[in-house]
């Protein structure tokens, strides 16, 4: 008879898609380097030459690829330079982050149950742009920020985590998003880390977390208010 030796799990690849500041995607770097998310951050990809994430990286010692879709003749061809490179740096979980252009099927096929986005706003409701100013104009009186699978459907897929932020009666677009930004840099790192300790089951449009022997009702309690 033979005892079953554990095998140690290597930690979980991250890649990271970025367009602009990359204020998440530092986050994402700062729990992982003080080992809240138990995960490595392979690649950081940005379409943008001028990105300010790409230096984040940098700082960090994370290696840095630039896929300029202006670059590309189309779509397709820039998506598969794309996943050629996060296949290349065997990255298994993708994490979109402020990265501004929309994925085509065949891309978010690829990385099918394996892709999250962060959306600043409660969704199901106002998906798509400009939300911070639908959300005021709309007299809502919370708003917040939303980690979920990435499906075909914009801003649609299964909801993994949210954070709750008041509107208040002041607020223009820019107050509100710096609100719910602060909210977001705790609530993707939470998110990753329940990916990465498998701890997530997709069952149809809704995502069950698991916390060893069930389900941990505290994960779903986020609620910052501030
Ligand atoms: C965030 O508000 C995120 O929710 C949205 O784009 C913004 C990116 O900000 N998808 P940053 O680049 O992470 O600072």
Known sequence: MTDSVPVPRAPLRLGVLISGSGSNLQALIDRVADGFIPARIA???SNRADAFGLERARQAGIPTLVI?????????????AMIDALNASQVELVCLAGFMRVLTPRFIRAFAGRLLNIHPALLPAFPGLHVQQRAIEAGARFSG?????????????PIIAQAVVPILDNDDASALAARILKHEHRLYPLAVKLYA????????QRVRVMDGDGIDPDVFLIAPVG
Do not use: M, N, W, Y
């Open 197 to 204: 300790e498998g701890r997530l089951r997709i069952e149809g």
């Open 43 to 45: 690649l950081v990809i």
């Open 145 to 157: 920020a939303t980690v979920h699978f990435v499906t075909e459907e914009v801003d649609a897929g």
């Open 68 to 80: 300029d879709h202006k670059a590309h003749p189309d779509r397709p061809s820039f998506e598969q």
